[in-house]
């Protein structure tokens, strides 16, 4: 039995709120001021590798969460971090920025096979543990009428590598060798597994 109520979740991601209800743990989620600069945390260093940038990202996001629930007086609890990058080679993809860059990154993945990298960080004050998740994605040739329609939804937007495994994107993955929950945000085995290190019933 853990001694906490629940797991904190500093995500705003709607998939990774599924996901770890899933695992049947009790949540509460602890996202950023309006003053906090969240996106500044995802700035890439100059020559990071993909496994090194989602992890370095993945634990700035934990302390920034836990300096949040100290400074807001919050009942102390784990808190629960994630961070999701697409790989081509040692290039990293973000989220696009607009339309344009979605198309770039579209037609970058077109009929080749990229990795998925997520991060993910269950810590407090005094204990922290981390796992990482790494799957391969194939995508079958697009045509630019394809990917101009895809982007044209707009499901691109805001998510890294320009796509999402579990929209439309899914009608042009044409294998996938690794974790699918760690490709939507949160790797559930290796989630599951900090938890429990947490003494939470999974």
């Known amino acids: 039995m853990s001694t906490y109520p629940f797991v904190y979740l500093a995500s705003q991601s709607p998939r990774r709120r599924q996901l770890l209800e ?8 602890l996202l ?8 500044a945390l ?4 100059a020559s990071e590798s993909p496994r090194a940038y989602v992890q370095r990202v993945t634990l700035l996001k934990l302390t920034a969460a836990l300096v949040r629930m100290k400074r807001r007086g919050l009942v102390a609890a784990p808190v629960l971090c994630s961070d999701t990058t697409v790989a081509v080679g040692a290039t990293i993809l973000g989220k696009p920025n607009d339309p344009k860059q979605a198309h770039q990154m579209l037609s970058a993945l077109s009929g080749k096979t990229h990795r998925v990298l997520t991060a993910v960080a269950v810590g407090t004050v005094r204990k922290q543990r981390q ?3 790494i799957s391969s994605v194939r995508f079958a040739s697009m045509t630019r009428q394809q990917i101009m329609r895809y982007v044209a939804s707009g499901e691109p937007m805001g998510k890294a590598g320009a796509y999402a495994v579990q929209g439309q994107a899914a009608a042009h993955i044409a294998h996938i060798n690794g974790s699918y929950s760690g490709i939507m945000g949160l790797p559930m085995f290796e989630t599951a597994q900090i938890l429990r290190d947490f003494g939470f019933k999974v």
């Open 22 to 29: 899933q695992l049947g743990v009790p949540y509460e989620l």
């Open 32 to 39: 950023p001021d309006p003053s906090e600069d969240a996106e």
């Open 42 to 45: 995802e700035v890439v260093l």
């Open 131 to 133: 796992a990482l998740s």
